[in-house]
């Protein structure tokens, strides 16, 4: 059998409410770092202002100003969702640590966001890594379909963040994606990123992943990869999973299944046939379950496969039948019981996107929420003409100008609970939904989570990088991090860590002539080594 290693990437959104003034963004993040130096066991980042900690993970601000945490390498789904949420209380632990050192009476909000809702247009981004040996192209030509199509069970949920409507979609960042396949991040993002960044020697690769999105249902995030990790296995033994199940439109299938709340749409594939998603996931894990026991595959492989098919089934009769498993469906629930205590079926709120679609193509500074329908047909109504002509429409659907109001403040409200959903804490939605016993998210094994807090997974290099911060920390010497490699710039030792899987400690002497990336950083770092300051420890 064989170990499958990968790790996330998450960005959160965060922000202080403070009754004595405004406080800077800018300010805030230097006091969630200071505080992270301070009082977690951590060494400096080799390659920006961030820290790597005492169990694994990394944490530091992104180039978008967010502040993003990194989990260590795993090597189990169960493992992944386990330092996922020990990140979330450990980012929690900080914000109580800032407000308590210098910003009494305030409160900061970290939240699981994917889009912005305040007009920005904004996405953020939960990027996938995933170890490999196979090349780029061949991973394309496999993985695209899984990625288009997996949506139906690890999509976050929400609205689309890029029309003036109320257009719940499975996938908001779906929208954000521009391209089949792309090496750009933050701009003409593509289902599958081309970019190659090792941080591994001995033949490695990473695939890193951002058409996916930040997860509260934990078997929504352990599904999403466990089973991509295991198509990536597939393709590196040689095998061709998605050969039979090519798209003829990827982007046009991607933004089809996004806006199927049934998971029953048909998409074109390049063949000339027609599949669901639904159809299109069986295939990929039936051609997993026909090599379960391959050498490629990973002792979990199993445990995946079932939890699979357990959730394709009972995607069957989805949206009700995974309303308290999956985001999207949870969100789904949510949203058009409140939609509903306030008047406007779905299928109404449909009927007003298109009319509020018109008004603001024609008006897009247009502030529809103060009008009402005696202004809107007023002699001196700037949008009298437009009014005017909508108007037989609104009465043919038995609607009348008096609800625009309505819409547009139920489309605010829908916004913010959608905002909160992911809310870190016992204030956010999602949470309170848990707490209530209304969910069935868990996943298999994610325990013991204040042991993740402290310490790095059993296996591969995490280990031997959090034990290493641990040290350098407990001794007081200097050092530094990064993936591949931790520095003690005291004895002027590198621990090398290019081999994802190492076990064995290998500290060597810094030489002058290096060919490690990593260490290329190092010479800068050397040399203002006096001005560094000692970063502190936290125990548990």
Known sequence: MAQRMFGLETEYAVTVFCPRGSVERGELLERLLGAARRHLTCLPDARSTGVYLQNGARLYVDTGGHPELATPECTHPSELVRYLRAGERILLDLGRRVQTEGLRDSQICWFISNVDYSGSGATWGCHESYLHRTSSDALAEQLIPHLVTRVIYCGA???????????????????????????????????????????????????????????????????????????????????????????????????????????????????????????????????????????????????????????????????????????????????????????????????????????????????????????????????????????????????GWGQLACFEQLRAELLELDTRFGELGERGVFAELDRQGLLDHHAPGADNILHAMFNPPACGRARLRGEAVRKLVESQRIGRCHWDAVWDLATKQVLDLSDPFAEQEQWQPLKENRDSDAEAAFTHLFEQVLGVRRFGRRRP
């Open 157 to 399: 949920g929400g609205f689309n963040n890029l029309t003036p409507a109320l257009e719940f979609t499975l996938s908001p960042r779906a929208f954000h994606m521009e391209r089949v396949v792309s090496g750009d991040s933050t701009s003409e993002r593509g289902i599958f990123h081309t970019k190659d960044e090792p941080l591994a020697r001995r033949g490695y690769h990473r695939l890193h992943l951002l058409c996916g999105e930040s997860l509260c249902s934990e078997i929504a995030t352990w599904l999403k990869i466990g089973a991509t990790a295991l198509v990536v296995a597939l393709t590196e033994a040689g095998f061709r999973p998605g050969r039979a199940v090519q798209l003829a439109d990827p982007l046009k299938a991607l933004r089809t299944v996004a806006g199927d709340l049934r998971c029953r749409a048909l998409l074109e594939l390049s063949d000339g046939r027609r599949l669901s998603a639904l159809q299109i996931q069986r295939h990929y894990l039936a051609q997993v379950e026909e090599r379960l026991d391959h050498e490629v595959m990973p002792p979990w492989a199993p445990e995946v496969c079932h939890h699979w098919r357990r959730i394709l089934d009972l995607l069957e009769a989805a949206p009700a039948s995974v309303a308290g498993l999956l985001d999207w469906a949870i969100k789904w629930n949510l949203y058009a019981h409140h939609a509903r205590r306030r008047g406007f079926s779905w299928e109404i709120l449909a009927q007003w996107n298109d009319i509020v679609a018109d008004f603001k193509a024609a008006f897009p500074g247009l502030d529809l929420a103060r009008l009402n329908a005696e202004t809107l047909i007023s002699p001196d109504s700037p949008v009298l003409e437009q009014a005017a002509a909508l108007t037989p429409r609104l009465r043919q659907r038995g609607l």
